[in-house]
């Protein structure tokens, strides 16, 4: 059985990526840090996010 705890985050995401089914692994990626991600507020609200989402993908369909 492989060590995800101990597995660099690189090599964490490329199992991932090939073992789409395996939850242990996903668990552990998504719960790693991310020391340089970006995150971004808004004072949107989520109803209107998903309007905004809806009327995109609308756009994109037509």
Do not use: G
């Not at 990526?17 to 507020?41: C, G, M, Q, Y």
């Not at 989402?53 to 994109?60: E, N, P, R, T, W």
């Amino acid at each position: 059985m492989l060590n995800f705890k101990e597995m660099p985050l690189n090599e964490l995401r490329k199992y991932v990526l090939k073992n789409r089914k395996d939850e242990t692994a996903w668990k552990e990626f998504v719960s790693r840090p991310r020391p340089h991600a970006t995150i971004v507020t808004t004072e949107i609200s989520l109803e209107e996010q998903e309007l905004i989402l809806q009327q995109a993908s609308s756009k994109m369909q037509n």
